[in-house]
């Protein structure tokens, strides 16, 4: 990683918001699938989006690789606002970024052959004759672990793995600088998901690609990972290290989310409560915290006001009001810096706005019942 060199990809304030169904009599709902992210992806890093299902990681995924329009916000790749750029750089741009998904049946012409599917990109970004086009393809059917013979053959003549592994080369053909993976083994058997993982990581020294993964598997992401960003219904809460995260969470839903992880280190933090309810609705998400109708530590002015993702010791980010105290509150080894005057100013008007509206409805239930 160059510090002097821009973010490989830059998200800014990212939003898209999707039309939902449409309500009776009414207009139809709107699903906040990311909401206002602002992320950094590092060149040459390994970058996981993690998080329940619905969270948003494919949308913000698609939006980082221009493959939709964000509702909001700004995608700057190598320091460029993408959204600005001339047509002809937009499409050059397109060339450095690729995708590999999940299902990779579903993601491969069943009538093409593997030479004409890993090809296909060559001929759209550089114009190769056929014969050419073709000796590319097997050079790449090379590079992920194939023969070129199987350039022959089709789709449904090989196993998940094989075909995962055709994706990649069709993913690679123009020579990205930066691969999203977006679940590139949660369709494999277990026994198939390391030999895909090895080749992702080989392929990315191999050619210095930086990789962005969306992985459900906790594994998969500890091994791959440089940093995680932790999302919860279209936001992130979380932005660490892989080894910080998986030792110490700081939000209360990292937390929940990796409760099931074993900690190697016996000073890392071990009171880890599973998560509770369901993820809410992403057409209505809950005010303030999103988090907060399933936050153990829920309190007022979580319900009031968003909290910021800020910065924490050891690179890391996290978007809760009160971190600093759970950090501090477990057997964990961060040294929580003090909150801001701030924080603690508008903490302290929050407390005693509750503390009376508290009040006020205990007296009011005290009262006898005004019977006519
Ligand atoms: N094209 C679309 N139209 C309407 N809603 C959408 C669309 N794409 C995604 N959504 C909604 O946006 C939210 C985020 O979806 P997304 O697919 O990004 O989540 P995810 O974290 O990748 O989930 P999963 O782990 O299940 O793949 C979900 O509520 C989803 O239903
Ligand atoms: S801000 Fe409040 S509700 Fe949200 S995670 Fe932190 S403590 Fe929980
Ligand atoms: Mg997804």
New binding site residues.
Partial sequence: MNAALPPILEGAGLSKHFAGRRRLLGSPSVVRAVDDVSLRVERGETLALVGESGSGKSTLGRLLLDLMTPTAGDVLYEGRNIASLPKAEARALRRDLGIVFQDPFASLNPRMSVADIVGEPIWLHEGLARSDRKAKAAELLRTVGLRAEHGARFPHEFSGGQRQRIGIARALASSPKLLLGDEPVSALDVSVQAQIVNLLEDLKSRFGLTLVVVAHGLAVIRHMSDRVAVMYLGQI?ELAPVDALFEEPL???SQALLSSVPVPSPRARRERAPIDGDIPSATCPPP????????????P???E?R?PLEAAPGGRSV?????RE?AGAGAGTIVTPPASAAFTRRLALFEARSQQSEAANAARAAEPANIT
């Fill in positions: 809460v939000h209360p839903y303030g915290c999103r988090f907060h109708t399933r936050c153990p530590h829920v309190r002015l979580c319900r006001a909290p978007a809760c009001h009160f971190w759970i």
